[in-house]
């Protein structure tokens, strides 16, 4: 079955540390990847998206990266966390004709 | 781009009342998502549509396609429901990605 793990549900972490929020899907091949962020009070913000493996796009340029490693595996990633990189993140893929699926989320708080 | 707009913003209602969740978009579409995030943030798929309406226990979507509108449905509504609806749109040809609505936040009262 399809489905999309993502982990930690929860994370805080102290300004300056590095972050790694980790994504893997199952029962697809090759699908598109995102990753969203959504700020206290916003709504979901796309952040990165990939179409495959090594393949990223950025929306918004911040202090945040993400990488694919994997055909379903999606990582984002911060070297140093800054406070205002608090919020909920959200992974999700898709691919046509199968719709799209949402990891449960991370709420980081950095302090 | 694909703007997404919902309403109302907020919403709270009595226990048992029959709830309705509005999202427009501006752009054609080839699916609109609706989606429950509980107070945690924890997100959970309610429906994906591109055309018509779906039932799911005391939840309906409906959407109409020619307007770009979709409505979410709650009825009898508990206060288990009390929850952040947000409306995500996929637009069509070539592109996969997603729009989101900031979200309707959900209050019923017991």
């Known amino acids: 079955s399809q489905t999309i793990h993502q982990w930690p549900a929860t994370l805080v972490q102290p300004v300056g540390s590095p972050l790694s929020l980790e994504c893997t899907v199952e029962g697809t091949s090759n699908p598109n990847l995102y990753w969203y962020r959504q700020a206290a009070g916003r709504g979901l913000q796309l952040l990165f998206y990939?179409?495959?493996?090594?393949?990223i796009s950025s929306e918004v340029p911040q202090n945040l990266s993400a990488s694919r490693p994997q055909d379903r595996q999606f990582i984002l990633s911060s070297k140093k966390l800054l406070l205002s990189d608090s919020g909920f993140y959200l992974c999700?893929?898709?691919?046509?004709?199968?719709?799209?699926?949402f990891g449960q989320g991370t709420r980081l708080t950095v302090v | 781009k694909n703007e997404v707009e919902q309403s109302p913003q907020n919403l709270t209602a009595q226990e048992g009342e029959f709830i309705t969740i509005n999202c427009s978009y501006s752009?054609?579409?080839?699916?609109l998502h609706w989606l429950q995030q509980h107070p945690g943030g924890g997100i959970v798929s309610l429906f994906m549509?591109?055309?018509g309406k779906k039932k799911h226990g005391r939840l309906i979507a409906t959407i109409n396609i020619q307007e770009k509108h979709s409505s979410l449905h709650i009825t009898a509504s508990h206060p288990r429901d009390s929850a952040v609806y947000i409306c995500?749109?996929?637009?069509?040809?070539?592109?996969?990605?997603?729009?989101f609505g900031k979200g309707t936040k959900l209050s019923v009262i017991p």
């Open positions: 752009v054609g579409i080839s699916a």
């Open positions: 995500a749109v996929r637009s069509g040809a070539g592109s996969y990605q997603l729009t």
């Open positions: 990939s179409v495959g493996i090594g393949q």
């Open positions: 999700a893929w898709s691919s046509l004709g199968a719709g799209a699926f």
């Open positions: 549509l591109s055309s």
